[in-house]
């Protein structure tokens, strides 16, 4: 893997020829799953072969933990979930894909259930917790930046409400988990 790795990280074609036809079948198996048209099933599997590559050229994937597979299947999932998404503005899939992603079993059907279950229970926070919790952990802006974007006093009013925010999603996994 790390032979491979560094010749994406390289820019090497080869290797970006080789990770196309290594996976392509065990990861167009794995989107079968979200009963996708063939032909979306091919096209997501080539744009999140693009932006593994693109990712490594960048120096991204330089302390990645995980394996290039399972790297490549994180990339089709947040694909896969920001199609199934109907592409709404307010969603948090469309924040930026973690440059490092450390999911040991992306298909296992926990990870699935579980990935869903946030993504519903966050869409049923109010706009302004949905737009602090995603600039905060999936867009990793600081707290000036936030407090500046959505109009807010100090940082201390912005902590509280995040605070506010997690308590409140927190909520909603306990009372839907019982």
């Not at 790297?71 to 503005?89: D, T």
Request: aromatic share 10%; net charge negative; proline share 2%.
């Amino acid at each position: 893997m790390k032979e491979l790795l560094d010749r994406l990280q390289n820019g090497d074609q080869s290797a970006l020829e080789e990770v196309y036809v290594d996976y392509r079948d065990p990861f167009l198996d794995f989107l079968k799953k979200y009963k996708l048209d063939r032909n979306l099933a091919e096209d997501i599997y080539q744009d999140a072969v693009l932006a593994l590559f693109e990712n490594a050229v960048k120096g991204k994937l330089k302390d990645i933990k995980s394996s290039i597979k399972t790297y490549l299947f994180a990339i089709g999932k947040y694909m896969v979930y920001k199609k199934l998404a109907g592409n709404k503005k307010d969603s948090l899939l469309f924040a930026e894909l973690p440059d490092e992603l450390e999911w040991d079993n992306l298909e296992s059907e926990q990870t699935n259930t579980m990935l869903i279950k946030l993504q519903t229970y966050l869409g049923q926070l109010g706009e302004k917790c949905q737009e602090i919790i995603r600039m905060s952990y999936f867009e990793e802006k600081s707290a000036e930046e936030i407090v500046n974007l959505l109009g807010y006093p100090n940082k201390e009013t912005l902590k509280s409400q995040k605070s506010r925010c997690i308590q409140h999603l927190k909520k909603k996994f306990e009372v839907y988990e019982k």
